[in-house]
């Protein structure tokens, strides 16, 4: 019934790489509901059962005050289509109907209220996003017929965590806060458009500030806003250690599109990210294959295949001629974000990667550093 309902909407199939256009559009998107069964366990811990989607925000009957603490574990997965996804990839939560919309970062989820009022929880489809920090719904996808998911999520208040898991929350806390490693890296920040997760962190190893990705099945954007004029001299150079590569296939293709990369947004919307490619060859240019992100992404590729994994590469490139002949049109005139990209949801296999000496230099002259 699910399958054949979405193929009367859509009039496709919905193959994995055909699955990510049906979320593009707020018209006409088919997505999930919920069941608005809510069973407390007890006072402070309740149930929460999620296997429907289009209803939305969905309250969750826990009233919060600022800085109250709270952790949701999350268990069960989402499989479209062969896309399989996991809690922390789909699932956001705010307090009160005007609260900031945020994401699981990881499945099971310890958090701090930022304000007063009534715990609410959503599944958010991929390649759907929202623009405001509520986190609102068109109307056209609440109305859409419904997708069984299966998802069954245990809210606990402070009171109600066990020994295990305070210990687990203080951990979180400490490295939230600080301490050997800085996540996010300093300066970045998670891009809000997709959320937080825990692929990227900062550290200090041997005077050098490294910033790193660890992928394990998640998706991880981090920001660092600049405002930086653009020259035709302009030089992006940067230093990157692949230690592996996620793709399984072409990373021009949906199914593919899995990698690691550094990035330069500029004031005409579009970025420019350079990459190591396992399948293409050096000097490969392509748009993002992804739904709303090709009509704003470019990739690049600098290094490919396995030769010179797992050691220190330089790369120094000329913006405005990258951008020309990756992207062309008009030219843009500033840099307004230098981004850091790692996604492997596709084909989830492990990578990782590293980079260090970020630096914009204009004739002979350095305008960044990092």
Not at 62 to 79: N, Q, Y
Not at 319 to 332: H, K, M, N, Q, R
Request: aromatic letters at 12%; one cysteine or more.
């Amino acid at each position: 019934m699910q399958r054949r309902m979405l193929v009367k909407i859509h009039k496709s199939s919905l193959r994995p790489t055909a699955f990510w256009g049906l979320f593009v559009a707020c018209v006409g998107i088919s997505s999930m509901s919920y069941s608005d069964a809510i069973t407390a366990n007890n006072s402070e811990i309740k149930k929460l059962e999620l296997s429907n989607a289009l209803a939305g925000w969905i309250k969750t009957g826990i009233l919060l005050e600022v800085s109250d603490p709270f952790e949701i574990d999350a268990r069960g997965m989402w499989d479209a289509e062969g896309l399989i996804l996991a809690p922390r990839h789909v699932l956001w939560y705010r307090v009160n109907k005007d609260g900031t919309a945020r994401n699981f970062s990881r499945d099971n989820l310890f958090a701090v209220s930022e304000g007063n009022g009534e715990l609410e929880v959503a599944i958010r489809p991929p390649s759907f996003y929202w623009f405001d920090k509520q986190g609102t719904f068109p109307q056209e996808m609440l109305e859409a017929p419904e997708i069984a998911v299966s998802f069954t999520l245990e809210i606990r208040q402070s009171g109600a965590l066990d020994s295990v898991r305070q210990s687990e929350a203080d951990k979180n806390l400490s490295q939230m806060s600080g301490g050997s490693e800085d996540r996010p890296p300093r300066n970045f920040e998670y891009l809000t458009v997709l959320g937080e997760s825990e692929v990227w962190s900062g550290r200090v190893v041997n005077n050098e500030y490294y910033v790193s990705a660890k992928l394990e099945d998640d998706v991880g954007i981090i920001k660092m806003p600049v405002n930086i004029e653009l020259s035709e001299t302009m030089l992006f150079s940067f230093d990157w250690l692949y230690e592996s590569l996620p793709a399984a296939a072409a990373e021009t293709s949906i199914a593919g599109h899995d990698y690691l990369s550094i990035a330069l947004e500029f004031d005409n919307g579009q970025d420019l990210t350079w990459m190591w490619s396992k399948f293409l060859p050096k000097g490969t240019s392509f748009r993002c294959p992804l739904p709303w992100w090709s009509e704003r992404e470019t990739h690049y590729v600098l290094d490919s295949g396995s030769d010179g994994l797992g050691k220190w590469n330089s790369h120094s490139r000329n913006i405005l001629d990258d951008y020309a002949e990756a992207v062309a049109g008009e030219p843009p005139k500033k840099i307004v974000g230098i981004w850091l990209i790692a996604n492997n949801l596709f084909a989830k296999q492990d990578a990782s990667a590293s980079f260090r000496n970020i630096t914009l230099v204009d004739d002979d002259e350095q305008v960044f550093s990092y």
